[in-house]
């Protein structure tokens, strides 16, 4: 048991690196511009969040606040405003991770799923619900449930009784709709990719020959019909055309959300599988029938007596899952620095302090993103045509075929008229 309880004291020191990266990261949303942070509404809640939590480890460092009145009684927040004052902390992050990882995925399942941009009404939304949930969680916890120091070191967190309502369902409720929506969201990306390939590989044919005929068919298909004709057995042509091209470009769509979302996504998928088995244990060592029994077996022989020695293995198995728990919290704000950090902050960072007059008086940074872009703005329009003209190509042209604007004039529809004989 003492050593116990020392590696729940180390725990504010593991915590320590956590909060100095959370304001960090926060302070770098606020000063430095958008486009050098990516910052969002939705990391600047969670990042909060978790640093609430790492602050619920880290205050007690420099104090040693009395944890018991007597043999079995804890200090709880009536007795002690630090212990008030930790176990909000405490469930300010909690709270706060599990409804801020939530409001991300739903965020993400909108966009990839429904294809909308969720806007200034889900904002408003999403402040709403990630700022007042925690609120009157503490509230209802204060005042029906209370704190105390448990099983947690020198961090009190909240009672056992109607903790369960009041706090406990709450964020086993958000961490497993979380879960299980960016599971879906996850399924719904793959079975789009499974069916982009699957429609592209029925399309292809097996060999060179036919590929041409096809190939042939479909240019022929085409120009039929810019030029207002209609093609016996044509449409079936275009129609594969278009789903291919169809799958493809809804493909490139969800590939560009998900690759510029997935750390975020990732870190709150993290954050509710963390959190499950720490909150199911919390919520059965009261009603534990084996914890029940080694509690009675010291309450009558003693701590340290030799007849309550096989019934201490449930409280060591106990003290292995809250030790888990407790230190995957402490280093959650490490986790948020890594998936949420963008090269492009760390570098204006660097900027900053090389030469601060030029940075911050006359806003200029350094153009790591922007490097591979090209500096003339005339070869880039060309390259962005180049680029929207082969994009166009592979959705509306097949073979030797392509499509005529819609505007064309007579002599152009002639010419695709004698490509079509050529065809022929």
């Given at each position: 048991?003492?050593d116990f309880?020392?590696?729940?004291?180390?725990?504010?020191y593991?915590?320590i690196p956590s909060v100095?990266?959370?304001?960090?990261?926060?302070v770098?949303w606020?000063?430095?511009?958008?486009?050098?942070?990516?910052?969002?509404?939705?990391h600047l809640?969670?990042?909060s969040s978790?640093g609430?939590l790492?602050?619920s480890?880290v205050?007690?460092?420099s104090?040693?606040?009395?944890?018991c009145l007597d043999?079995?009684?804890?200090?709880?927040?009536k007795?002690s405003?630090?212990?008030?004052i930790?176990?909000?902390?405490?469930?300010?992050g909690c709270?706060?991770?599990?409804?801020?990882?939530f409001?991300?995925v739903?965020?993400?399942h909108?966009k990839?799923?429904w294809?909308?941009t969720p806007?200034k009404?889900?904002?408003?939304f999403a402040l709403?619900?990630?700022?007042?949930l925690?609120?009157?969680l503490l509230a209802?916890?204060?005042?029906v449930?209370g704190?105390s120091?448990?099983?947690?070191?020198?961090?009190c967190i909240?009672n056992?009784e109607?903790s369960?309502?009041?706090?406990?369902?709450?964020?086993?409720?958000?961490?497993?709709?979380?879960f299980?929506?960016?599971?879906?969201?996850s399924?719904?990306c793959?079975?789009?990719?499974?069916?982009?390939?699957?429609?592209?590989g029925?399309?292809d044919t097996?060999?060179?020959?036919?590929t041409?005929?096809?190939?042939?068919?479909?240019?022929?298909?085409?120009?039929?019909a810019?030029?207002g004709?209609?093609v016996?057995?044509?449409?079936h042509?275009q129609?594969?055309a278009?789903n291919?091209?169809?799958?493809r470009?809804?493909?490139?769509?969800?590939?560009?959300?998900?690759?510029?979302?997935?750390?975020v996504?990732?870190?709150?998928v993290a954050f509710?599988g963390?959190?499950a088995p720490f909150?199911v244990?919390?919520?059965?060592?009261?009603?534990?029938?084996?914890?029940?029994?080694?509690?009675?077996c010291?309450?009558?022989?003693g701590?340290?007596?030799?007849?309550?020695?096989?019934q201490?293995a449930v409280l060591?198995?106990?003290?292995t899952?809250?030790?888990?728990g407790?230190?995957?919290?402490a280093?959650?704000?490490?986790e948020?620095?890594?998936l949420?950090?963008?090269t492009s902050?760390?570098t204006t960072?660097?900027?900053?302090f090389?030469?601060p007059?030029?940075?911050?008086r006359h806003g200029?940074?350094?153009?790591?993103?922007?490097t591979?872009?090209?500096?003339?703005?005339?070869?880039a329009?060309l390259?962005?045509?180049?680029?929207r003209r082969?994009?166009m190509?592979?959705i509306?042209?097949i073979?030797?075929?392509?499509?005529?604007?819609?505007?064309?004039s007579?002599a152009t529809?002639?010419?695709?008229?004698?490509?079509?004989a050529?065809i022929?």
């Amino acid at each position: 048991m003492p050593d116990f309880l020392r590696h729940l004291d180390n725990l504010g020191y593991v915590a320590i690196p956590s909060v100095i990266l959370c304001i960090f990261l926060v302070v770098s949303w606020i000063v430095l511009p958008r486009s050098r942070t990516k910052r969002h509404y939705l990391h600047l809640g969670l990042v909060s969040s978790v640093g609430f939590l790492s602050l619920s480890f880290v205050l007690p460092i420099s104090t040693n606040p009395k944890q018991c009145l007597d043999y079995i009684t804890p200090v709880d927040n009536k007795n002690s405003k630090f212990c008030a004052i930790t176990g909000a902390f405490f469930v300010l992050g909690c709270s706060g991770i599990g409804a801020w990882s939530f409001l991300r995925v739903l965020w993400l399942h909108l966009k990839v799923y429904w294809f909308h941009t969720p806007g200034k009404a889900f904002m408003f939304f999403a402040l709403s619900f990630g700022i007042l949930l925690p609120a009157i969680l503490l509230a209802v916890a204060f005042s029906v449930s209370g704190f105390s120091y448990r099983t947690s070191g020198k961090m009190c967190i909240i009672n056992h009784e109607y903790s369960f309502p009041v706090f406990w369902a709450w964020t086993i409720t958000l961490a497993v709709s979380s879960f299980l929506l960016q599971a879906f969201t996850s399924g719904y990306c793959l079975l789009v990719f499974l069916r982009g390939q699957r429609t592209i590989g029925n399309y292809d044919t097996s060999s060179i020959s036919n590929t041409e005929i096809r190939r042939k068919r479909i240019g022929r298909a085409s120009m039929m019909a810019v030029l207002g004709l209609q093609v016996r057995g044509s449409a079936h042509l275009q129609t594969d055309a278009l789903n291919t091209s169809a799958f493809r470009q809804r493909w490139n769509q969800i590939k560009a959300v998900v690759s510029s979302q997935w750390r975020v996504a990732s870190l709150s998928v993290a954050f509710a599988g963390q959190s499950a088995p720490f909150v199911v244990h919390f919520i059965k060592s009261r009603t534990h029938s084996k914890t029940e029994k080694l509690t009675a077996c010291f309450l009558k022989y003693g701590m340290d007596d030799q007849r309550c020695l096989d019934q201490k293995a449930v409280l060591a198995a106990a003290q292995t899952t809250i030790m888990a728990g407790l230190t995957i919290a402490a280093i959650a704000g490490i986790e948020c620095f890594i998936l949420t950090t963008r090269t492009s902050t760390l570098t204006t960072w660097y900027y900053i302090f090389k030469d601060p007059t030029k940075t911050l008086r006359h806003g200029q940074y350094p153009d790591t993103e922007d490097t591979r872009k090209p500096s003339n703005p005339e070869s880039a329009a060309l390259s962005q045509r180049d680029s929207r003209r082969r994009s166009m190509d592979d959705i509306l042209t097949i073979g030797r075929g392509r499509r005529a604007p819609r505007n064309s004039s007579p002599a152009t529809r002639l010419k695709l008229s004698n490509q079509l004989a050529e065809i022929e």
